[in-house]
């Protein structure tokens, strides 16, 4: 693995805000092992890697669209007939 740089983290916080969903749960997936977190080298906060984060934003969004309802082929309205 090569050297990773703090720009490539976000926190918890800011991942929270990406997802949706609250730090709770971010913190939470890393506890249940569905999200790894790093440790900030000078204050041990948590921090997540980027490339981590917007996988799970795609996967969430790859969710949603599946549960959409399709939408229906457009119909051609009724002509009306032209009075002569």
Not at 62 to 79: C, D, F, G, I, M
Request: net charge positive; proline share 6%; glycine share 6%.
């Amino acid at each position: 693995m090569s050297l990773l740089n703090l720009e490539d983290f976000i926190s918890s916080g800011q991942a929270a805000k990406l997802l949706g969903k609250s730090t709770q749960t971010i913190q939470g997936w890393d506890r249940q092992g569905k999200l790894r977190a790093y440790r900030h080298p000078i204050n041990g906060f948590r921090l997540y890697l980027k490339a981590d984060i917007l996988q799970i934003l795609e996967e969430l969004n790859t969710q949603v669209t599946e549960q959409l309802p399709r939408p229906h082929p457009a119909k051609s309205a009724p002509r009306r007939r032209r009075r002569t």
